[in-house]
Nanobody
Framework: QVQLVESGGGSVQPGGSLRLSCAAS????????MGWYRQAPGKERELVAF???????NYGDSVKVRFTVSRDNAKNTVYLQMNSLKPEDTAVYYC???????????????WGQGTQVTVSS
């Protein structure tokens, strides 16, 4: 069983910063891409950012320049540094990992439970 545990969400004023973390644990052989998605009320889940095992990154258009994704492969952890936050960044942020299971040696997709980010004055 693989678990993704997120932390770092909360409330912040516009222009502020937050840093999200997501640690993967369990029966993991290796992790390919890790990343973040978000879902605002009444909207579909959208890509925020992801990073490959080799460090290649990709960002959603609305967060480019403001957000930075990084990972620590030794800790199976992905981070999302969010700067210059805007009210429209308010959403539940979900961690995502593309994992090779240590039990089945098959590719699996896993999600975290989500962490709320609220940007409001």
């Amino acid at each position: 069983q693989v678990q993704l545990v997120e932390s770092g969400g909360g409330s912040v004023q516009p222009g502020g910063s937050l840093r999200l973390s997501c640690a993967a644990s369990g029966a993991i052989f290796s992790i390919n891409a890790m990343g973040w998605y978000r879902q605002a009320p009444g909207k579909e889940r959208e890509l925020v950012a992801f990073i490959s095992s080799g460090g290649n990154t990709n960002y959603g258009d609305s967060v480019k320049v403001r957000f930075t994704v990084s990972r620590d492969n030794a800790k199976n952890t992905v981070y999302l540094q969010m700067n210059s936050l805007k009210p429209e960044d308010t959403a539940v942020y979900y961690c995502n990992a593309d994992v090779i299971s240590g039990v089945t040696m098959k590719r699996e997709e896993h999600w975290g439970q989500g962490t709320q980010v609220t940007v409001s004055s």
